[in-house]
């Protein structure tokens, strides 16, 4: 620190002196330092506030031995603007001079000069003297032992080595006289000028450590406080805590650690690993942002150039918590699609689970710090055609528990056919009944669940797919109803949709909902193109590609946006999405737990492609501008 603040003792009527003159004339000689040594403080020492610590110890009169200390007593005033603290405790100036040990060696070393000998720390000026801090800095009440320099007069006069009576301000800049006694030379490295005022919101980690006198003093003081302070340097650390102050990490007390039960979990244990201490650590409001999608790819082995408007929507401003992709007639390279999911999503994200059942192909992606509360992830799949020696049309089921909220997501492809809604309506009954779940997953609430229908089995229930359901009407009623404006268009659509229609009546989704639909229909497009077919076929364009939810408790799930996505056209079909909070509630520890497995090798292979292409990005703008040529006509 560039100059040192100790406590300034006061008298009942002080002299009446000019601000800024306060030390001039008094500190410049050896004689009055001894003076200043010598004389008893009229009162405590006292901050910018009202001093609450330990009583100081102050002798009651000055030294025999010093009769002029009692001819001409040295009362300072209190300076003008208050000065940093200079007491610290035993433990704080160990890891500082551990701290900065490295610091004084790499200054030393780019300047060609050796550290300067003139630190604050070496107590070259006597006892060490109590000060008065600031509120925003930590003081401490240690005694400290007198340094071994101090002057003989101090000593002689039988005062104790660690008393903090002496109340002295030394101003580095008006005490070249003592400084030549305990350090020669140093006076002549001062600054020509007074060092920069310090504001009182500076850390003064950087400023207390040691007094740098080089000539290129201010530049170095600059450098340093623009470093950030180590933990074990913080006013308030301690040997024994674990804490960082750079952590977002909350801390974990051993008796917490040693009370905790991962075998035998409790709904209301504060330490269970699926409990509710620690759901409110990660999802304050117990509700969590899914992300639900389903595709028919047509089995196009091209894929999009860029999936962001398909897992990343604009309308979006954050990434989800958990994704879940649903395909159907899928792209033949399973494992292309997989890494092109967590390309786009990034490192964050890591693939929880993935399955398919023939055409069908069901993605699960979950954020990398939730993977820990996850139960073991299970499947099951429905065959709806069983004379096809390629399964592109049935249902394929994912179950798994997060938290104590159970998911179940299922993903299908019914019987195509504007005509054919019984047979949708059948497929419909095959899959509620032949899925197998959930397995060795315990239900959270088995007094509610039926044996014939798996809906009823899971807490929250997304349904999405293909479910093939037409527009009643013919092709031209329904180019003329497009035809109108869009606001307009949508319900009249809705009025002539089969599933609508099926809903309501009960025969097909039984306590789901769907969300509001404020697109265009979704089936059936020209590749690449924007228009509906126009093949000799003519296909009548219908919402084919639907999200449908059932939530076992009321109000659970709250849709936010359900939309497709017009600007993917390597299909017949556009990618419908719907964007879902839902409410999770704590659960038990006496789970089959994941405990944090992912696709590892998928993870490591999405990073590397999203490298690679960085790479060539950047290598394209260098080409760019290095061809670039400027023509002067």
Not at 232 to 261: E, N, Q, Y
Not at 451 to 473: C, E, I, K, Q
């Amino acid at each position: 620190m560039p100059w040192e603040s100790a406590c300034l003792g006061r008298s009942e009527a002080p002299p009446q002196q000019p601000e800024g003159t306060m030390l001039k004339g008094h500190l410049n000689t050896d004689r009055d330092l001894a003076l200043c040594l010598g004389s008893p403080p009229a009162d405590n020492c006292l901050g910018p506030e009202k001093s609450t610590g330990v009583p100081l110890n102050i002798p009651e009169k000055a030294s025999s031995e010093d009769p002029q200390a009692k001819a001409n007593p040295f009362t300072p005033r209190p300076p003008s603007r208050p000065r940093l603290e200079r007491a610290l405790s035993l433990d704080e100036k160990g890891w500082r001079r551990r701290r900065f040990q490295t610091s004084r060696e790499d200054l030393a070393a780019q300047n060609g000069a050796s550290p300067s000998r003139g630190s604050l720390q070496a107590g070259a000026l006597g006892a060490p003297a109590h000060t008065c801090s600031p509120p925003c800095l930590s003081s401490s009440w240690q005694e400290i032992p007198a340094s071994h320099g101090a002057p003989a007069s101090a000593a002689s006069a039988g005062e104790r080595p660690s008393s903090w009576g002496h109340c002295v301000s030394l101003d580095p800049l008006q005490r070249d006289g003592v400084r030549s006694q305990s350090a020669p030379g140093l006076a002549s490295r001062l600054p020509a000028r007074p060092l920069p005022a310090m504001d009182w919101n500076v850390a003064s980690d950087a400023l207390r450590t040691a007094n740098k006198v080089d000539a290129d003093y201010r530049r170095r003081l600059h450098t340093a406080l623009s470093r950030p302070p180590s933990p074990l340097a913080c006013d308030s650390s301690s040997l024994r805590s674990a804490k960082s102050a750079f952590s977002l990490l909350a801390p974990i007390r051993a008796k917490d650690v040693r009370g905790r039960s991962y075998l035998e979990g409790s709904l209301l244990a504060s330490g269970a690993l699926m409990g509710a201490d620690e759901l409110a650590r990660y999802f304050p409001d117990r509700s969590v942002a899914l992300y639900v999608a389903t595709w028919n790819m047509q089995g196009q082995k091209e894929l999009p150039p860029n999936l962001d408007e398909l897992l990343l929507p604009a309308e979006a401003d954050y990434a989800q918590d958990l994704y879940v992709i649903g395909v159907q007639e899928g792209c033949s390279d399973r494992r292309e699609w997989e890494t092109r999911l967590q390309e786009t999503l990034g490192p964050h994200y890591v693939m929880l689970h993935s399955a398919a059942h023939g055409a069908l192909h069901v993605s699960v992606l979950l954020r990398r710090d939730l993977i820990w509360f996850c139960s073991e992830v299970e499947s099951s799949t429905v065959t709806t055609r069983i004379v096809s020696q390629i399964k592109t049309k049935g249902a394929l089921g994912v179950g798994f528990t997060f938290f104590g909220t159970s998911f179940l997501f299922i993903t299908s492809h019914f019987t195509s056919g504007d005509s054919k809604v019984s047979e949708r309506l059948l497929d419909y009954s095959k899959t509620v009944q032949g899925l197998a779940l959930p397995k060795n997953v315990p239900d959270t609430c088995p007094y509610r669940s039926d044996p014939v229908d798996v809906t009823t089995r899971f807490d929250g229930v997304f349904w999405f797919g293909d479910f093939n359901f037409r527009l009643s009407s013919g092709r031209v009623a329904v180019e003329a109803i497009l035809k109108q404006d869009p606001a307009a268009s949508v319900p009249a659509l809705l009025q002539l949709d089969q599933l609508t229609r099926e809903m309501r009546r009960g025969s097909i989704f039984k306590g789901f909902q769907e969300p509001d639909i404020h697109f265009l229909p979704s089936y059936k497009f020209d590749i690449g193109k924007d228009s509906y077919d126009t093949s000799s076929k003519q296909r009548t364009p219908s919402y084919t590609d639907r999200v449908v939810y059932k939530s076992r408790h009321k109000d659970d799930i709250c849709p936010l946006r359900y939309s497709s996505c017009p600007g993917i056209k390597t299909s017949d079909h556009r990618p419908v999405y719907g964007l879902f909070r839902v409410k999770v509630r704590p659960g038990r520890d006496n789970i089959p737990l994941a405990a944090g497995k992912f696709d590892r090798e998928l993870y490591l292979i999405g990073i590397k492609r999203r490298i690679s292409k960085e790479i060539q990005r950047q290598q394209a703008l260098k080409t760019q501008h290095s061809s670039a040529v400027c023509t002067v006509s």
